[in-house]
Structures are given as C-alpha cells and as structure tokens.
Nanobody, 124 residues
Framework: QVQLMESGGGVVQAGGSLRLSCAAS????????MGWFRQSPGQAREFVAA????????LYADSVKGRFTLSKDAAKHAVYLQMDNLKPEDTAVYYC?????????????????WGQGTQVTVSS
C-alpha cells in the first residue's frame, strides 16, 4: 500500500502562483509513477500532469502546459506541482496519484493510489 499526502492548496488571485506538494509513504520502493488530477464542481476529473519516475520526464495537459511544472524529489518520494500564471478556470480540488504500472495509468485516471485532495481557488 502507498499513502499520499497533499499540501499547498489555497486561495490566490489570477496571475498568481501556488506550489502543491505530495509525499508518498508506504511501499514506494518500486518507484511509482506519480501525477495530479483535478476536479471542479459539476465537472469530470481532468488530467493535469504526470512524471515518469525513473526518467524524471514530465507530461502535461494542454490546458496547463507552459504554466505548470512538475518535479520530483526521489529521496523524499515526493512530487511538487509549481503552478504559475493561475487562471480562475484552474479552480478545483487537486488530487495526487501514484501507480506502479506505466504512466498511462496516471494520465488516463486509472491510478491505483489517490490522495484526499487539496483545494485550489483562483479569484478573478
């Protein structure tokens, strides 16, 4: 089992920045791929970003490309989502995800492990 703990959500004005953190604990020794999804009220869950753990390569949704940056700290089994130039449409609950299989399990929303979520609110 892997447990995921998110932090860093909050309220920010449009154009501002936030940094989300996600720390994995438990059976993380196999190098799970990790990523983020988000969900707004009344909307379907949406892929945001993922990182291929053993390569350090990050993938992004078109809606956040160029504004969000996903990085990792292998020693801490953690990932960080730096969100810049935030827009009101970025408002959502952000969920950290992890999976031992290919990164497509993350990008398709089929990850084995999910965090509790952290709220991000961007005011106009």
């Amino acid at each position: 089992q892997v447990q995921l703990m998110e932090s860093g959500g909050g309220v920010v004005q449009a154009g501002g920045s936030l940094r989300l953190s996600c720390a994995a604990s438990g059976r993380t020794g196999s190098g799970h791929n990790m990523g983020w999804f988000r969900q707004s009220p009344g909307q379907a869950r949406e892929f945001v970003a993922a990182i291929i753990w053993d390569r350090g390569t990050s993938l992004y949704a078109d809606s956040v490309k160029g504004r969000f940056t996903l990085s990792k700290d292998a020693a801490k089994h953690a990932v960080y989502l730096q969100m810049d130039n935030l827009k009101p449409e970025d408002t959502a609950v952000y969920y950290c995800t992890a999976d031992p299989r290919t990164v497509s399990a993350i990008t398709r929303g089929l990850a084995t492990y999910w965090g509790q979520g952290t709220q991000v609110t961007v005011s106009s």
